[in-house]
């Protein structure tokens, strides 16, 4: 864990070190966003045998040198584009992986990974990093109703029993509101729960 005002990058190093924490963490697929961005650390993930789903750079130079396939995706929002593609970026001269994946409005959304076209499709690297997206909206829940923006503990074992207290307590709520449905979201079922916590569903609205 790091201080809230202490930029990401320059700390991926130690953060990965806490990953040796958990024994059944054996197969690594980093996920971060472009503030992470190093090629030299791209390449040493790809040596090191784990592999990394990312937002490239707009701006990063690179040749195509193979096309695995280009594929439509259709939803509520229309049909896209998909392009996945074998690529070398300049900076580095080691080949990745490039999906492209074209926006409603037409523009361009690139992720770099090195998981291999033959065990993931393009749709599974996208939601890989997506689910990113959906954890960094949840941690952001966490700051915002559960007051964990700033933790007791500074060790590493100790944030982390007071982020699965947290993540217990969120369970709770949203099992409270699917089976209780209140007005208000999580912050007015939060203030039930701590007002009404040894009274029964049925005895209050």
Known sequence: MT???????PQFNHLSDDVEVFADLDSVIWVFDRGYTRYRRFCEIKYSDDDFVTLLQSNARLDVLDTFQNVEVTN?????????EQIELAETGEQFRRIV???????????????????????????IYTLRTMIEILFREFKQYLNVENF??????????ELFCALIGYVLVEWLRQRHPIKGGVARAIQKARTHWNETLTSFG
């Open 3 to 9: 201080e809230g005002e202490t930029h990401e990058s």
């Open 76 to 84: 509520e929002d229309g049909t896209r584009q998909i392009r996945d």
């Open 101 to 127: 994946l074209e926006t409603p409005d037409g523009e361009e959304i690139q992720y770099l990974t090195t998981l291999a076209s033959s065990a993931y499709d393009p749709i599974d690297v996208i939601s």
């Open 152 to 161: 007791h503990s500074k060790s590493l074992n100790g944030v982390l029993f």
